[in-house]
């Protein structure tokens, strides 16, 4: 099982040549020297040399191999998997800066997915920034006949990444064919939404999602600093009904309350997304999502829907045995 903790050696993915990325990720990786030999033997400050090994490990030039639990994160997932009827838990340590949730959850969830990939596969993806993040950790592997179905419509405007993004890069990174749901996250009212499920293409989509061997989605919780309103998806003039109707949290864009019912609210009357019942009786559902913040919001995802697999950290898995 993948998880955050006991690092291996990190696989550089070329040997060095004349590329300065490439060259100081071997020296420092595989030749063991320090940040400041690495840079006397380029010939390059310092900080440099910090910056090159940062993007190295950005662009996926480095990958750690990760492995091994602490005995504290075993116990938590087999009591998450007792709690919850869960058949998969991962759960990585605690970030030491909260920031960095999405970053370590992802990676864990990146190797999770790696773990579920074979020929033929047909993945279907949500959104948000764990799973931007997951990418990271998914080397290119092709698999004949695979398939990338994205759950959710994005914007005409965003200021991050969108669903289609998130969709087309895992595409590219398994050389499969990527159906994507074109069309705003949010349309005018429930008759264009209405309207649009009826176009040919987009059933054939959401059959696909329902066909799916494994669905991975994340959840966002009502505060402006959730993913879906950052990025301007939904305006955060919203915020304030949302959680008048009762709203804690949403998955593909259905904002749910704390037992995982969709709110009465007019945005779940617009949102167009892959509906929460399409995905209860087809593909094995991931949820990865992690952190205090997201605590009631990744409990309510875990009712709305039959959750095959949690993917989620430390802080999240103590908060989740508390309610």
Wanted: glycine share 8%; with cysteine; hydrophobic share 55%.
């Amino acid at each position: 099982m993948s998880t955050l903790s006991d690092l291996a050696e990190p696989r550089v993915a070329a040997s060095p040549g004349s590329d300065p990325l490439m060259r100081a990720a071997w020296l420092y990786y595989v030749e063991g020297m320090t940040q400041a030999d690495v840079g006397v033997a380029m010939g390059l400050p310092r900080a440099r040399v910090i910056a090159l090994l940062a993007l190295a490990r950005e662009q996926g030039a480095v990958r750690v191999h990760i492995g091994g639990a602490t005995a504290s994160q075993v116990a938590l997932e087999r009591a998450l998997r007792a709690r919850y009827a869960l058949a998969e838990v991962v759960v990585t340590p605690a970030a030491l800066v909260p920031a960095n949730v999405p970053r370590l959850v992802g990676h864990a969830a990146g190797r999770f997915l790696l773990d579920h990939l074979a020929p033929g596969v047909a993945l279907a993806v949500g959104w948000g920034a764990t799973l931007h993040a997951a990418l990271k950790a998914v080397p290119a592997t092709p698999l004949p006949h695979a398939t990338v179905t994205s759950l959710l419509g994005g914007a005409v405007h965003a200021r991050a990444i969108t669903p289609f993004e998130v969709a087309r890069h895992l595409a590219d990174l398994l050389g499969a064919r990527c159906y994507a749901l074109n069309a705003p996250l949010v349309v005018s009212d429930a008759a264009m939404r209405d309207a649009l499920w009826r176009d040919a293409a987009l059933r054939e989509l959401r059959e696909r999602a329902r066909n799916a061997d494994v669905a991975l989605l994340s959840v966002g919780d009502v505060s402006e600093a959730a993913t879906l309103f950052e990025a301007g998806l939904v305006p955060a003039a919203e915020l304030a009904s949302l959680r008048a109707a009762g709203a804690v949290g949403d998955v593909l864009g259905h904002f749910v309350d704390a037992q995982g019912r969709r709110v009465a609210h007019a945005l779940n009357e617009r949102v167009m997304a892959v509906d929460l019942d399409d995905l209860a009786h087809g593909p094995q559902v991931a949820l990865v999502a992690g952190g205090a913040r997201k605590v009631t919001a990744i409990a309510a995802a875990l009712r709305a829907l039959p959750v095959h697999a949690l993917v989620t950290d430390e802080t999240a898995a103590r908060g989740l045995l508390r309610g």
